[in-house]
């Protein structure tokens, strides 16, 4: 089943802390993985967008790794800000043969509290 | 620009009510989505047009109607709903159905009382 997992659910840190979220698929065949982050009540923004072949990306204060072999990737951010407290949601792109946007498949995301 | 807008930013309705949700994008996009997000969970797929025409239609109850009127434009127009469809609304759009990164609006907050 094609599955997206995140952990943890919600992470509560204090203000210049880092942290690294986790997300696990089991998405096949595994076409790209992008992290997103959502503010209460807005729409999800792009943080990152990941391919099988990359390994790192980093984007500012955000550094997304993938590891296609165990199927797991992070998003580790440096030096919090209150301004990070949101959803952060990894997404996982199948491949298919229709090639439709349909095949995203959506983590429930992790819910981070920057603490002053 | 690369903005998509969602209007009205919430909207209450009673169960009896029509009225439709708006959005917009003049990024030349080609592909438009709606979504419906209920607390706490990830976002699901409701509907997908390619070039102005419906492509996805992901089992959504007819109460919830999708219009593309051209190529900027999404409505969804909405009408005898239930309580339980109170919900953040997403549209999002992206260079094609193959495009790698989809663009969120704002999202506009529905109330069905």
């Known amino acids: 089943k094609n599955q997206v997992e995140q952990s943890p659910q919600s992470l509560i840190i204090l203000e210049g802390k880092n942290c690294t979220l986790q997300?696990?698929?089991?998405?096949?065949?595994?076409?790209?993985l992008r992290w997103y982050k959502q503010d209460t009540g807005r729409g999800p923004v792009s943080l990152t967008i990941?391919?099988?072949?990359?390994n790192t990306k980093s984007n500012g204060r955000y550094t997304a790794t993938l590891d296609a072999d165990t199927k797991q990737s992070s998003l580790h951010i440096t030096a919090s800000q209150l301004s990070d407290s949101a959803s952060y949601i990894c997404v996982v792109r199948r491949g298919a043969s229709r090639g439709s946007q349909g095949n995203l498949i959506f983590g429930k995301g992790t819910k981070l509290s920057v603490k002053p | 620009d690369t903005e998509v807008t969602q209007t009205p930013k919430h909207l209450v309705m009673g169960m009896t009510n029509k009225k439709s949700l708006k959005c917009e994008q003049h990024m030349g996009h080609r592909a438009m989505y709606w979504y419906k997000q209920k607390a706490k969970k990830p976002p699901e797929l409701m509907f997908v047009?390619?070039?102005?025409?419906?492509?996805i239609n992901e089992s959504v109850p007819s109460r919830f109607s999708p219009e593309c009127p051209n190529s900027s434009l999404l409505n969804l127009h909405l009408h005898a709903l239930q309580p339980e469809d109170s919900a953040l609304y997403l549209c999002a759009s992206s260079q094609d159905t193959r495009g790698e990164t989809q663009y969120f609006g704002p999202g506009t907050r529905l109330l069905v009382l």
């Open positions: 047009y390619s070039y102005e025409k419906l492509s």
């Open positions: 997300c696990n698929y089991t998405v096949s065949p595994f076409s790209n």
């Open positions: 990941m391919t099988f072949s990359e």
